[in-house]
């Protein structure tokens, strides 16, 4: 009997030990607050924005605070207390402004702190020192004026007074990226840029630079915008057109069935044509950061066009507009069957069913620069492979939206369509790119 009360005495004092023993701990735990800063910078700009995390699941968040020290000078960029238990994590995000602070460029000293609600008071600092960088970079352009076409492609090539962490050209909303490259044997910076099939005069065209402070530069581009119109027709949608190509895409697009062949061909010109838009930009999103491509493009061998680019289609049936579309490409017909080869050299990113092209080939050329190949009866290329101007990359036919047995070529810049037959131009590509290198320096 007197064991059983000793025992249970001893657990009870155990107990409370342990009770007492995790009360103290929580209160007087040592751990400190865990803090991140991002991004991980040294650099600060004119106005740096930072996300700043806290956290101390023991005893909880008491005080935080972020400050920048410079010429002795310490000034609060932002803080808190938090006089309940219990808040774990804390995320902020909080601006430097420099010329709010009166920073100069140069040297200081980044602060953030952190505090618990531990009788310790454990504190955890975050101390770094920063280079105060508040100069937008200078950007050069190079070369002469610009003379551009409405759905056509114009190359910029331009300096920065300092490494930029991204540049390119603005159009309208539009970004196109700008790669290294070397003119002369002097680094540059180059962009391709596609111009609207809509564009008109004052469409803005901006160079855009970014240091690794955040500070950003803009210099407006001088053109000259080319006059420049393009087809209209009509194309009446038989009967026998809808029955031939309609039962294909309700077999392979489960939205479809059930519906009519004039529903069927509305879905495939609007939503499937979009999401086919959206595709093949996501496909250009990466490209090789040099060019690919050498001399001049090559042509479909004794092919005719049949339909250019630009051209706008209002689709008839029996007798009244149902639809339209802007056709981005060149259709080129020879025979049946006839040998595909790729336009120039560069990297297979695709080589695959894609939609209204049907069986469909994409080839980077570099620098944001690709062409595709549509309709195709045959593929004979895999996506990685590299392939040389001229090499095979299938056969022409009649998958996806063709009528007819024929080859669809598109032209891309920055997942932009572009006009093929400027690039067929030898004239167009020495005015364009060749003589732009040899003027930048």
Known sequence: MHRKKALWFTLIVLAALGTVWALAMTILEPEKPKIVVTPDTRIIGARQSLSLSFADRRSGLRKLSASITQDNRRQTVWSIDIPDRGVAERTVDVTIDAAKLRLRDGSAVL????????LLKNTAVVERTVTIDTVPPQISLLGSMNHINPGGTCVLLYRTSEKASASGVWVDKVFFPGYPASAAGKPVTIVYFAVPLEAKKGIAIRLFARDAAGNEAVASVPYLLLAKKFRRDAMNLSEGFLQQKMPEFQASHPDMRGKSLLETFLYVNGVLREENRKMIASLCAKSAPRQLWQDTFVRMKNASPMALFGDHRTYLYAGKAVGESVHMGVDLASTARAPVEAVNSGVVVFAAGLGIYGNAVM????????????????????????????????????????????????????????????WWDPHWIQDNVTKKLAEAF
């Open 363 to 422: 080839i980077d050329h570099g620098l944001g620069f690709f062409s595709l190949y549509g309709h195709l009866s045959e593929i004979s290329v895999k996506a990685g492979q590299a392939v040389k101007r001229s090499d095979p990359v299938g056969r022409s036919g009649i998958t996806g939206l063709a009528g007819g047995d024929h080859l669809h070529l598109s032209l891309l810049v920055g997942g932009e369509f572009v006009n093929p037959q400027e």
């Open 111 to 118: 602060t953030i702190l952190a505090e618990d609600h531990s």
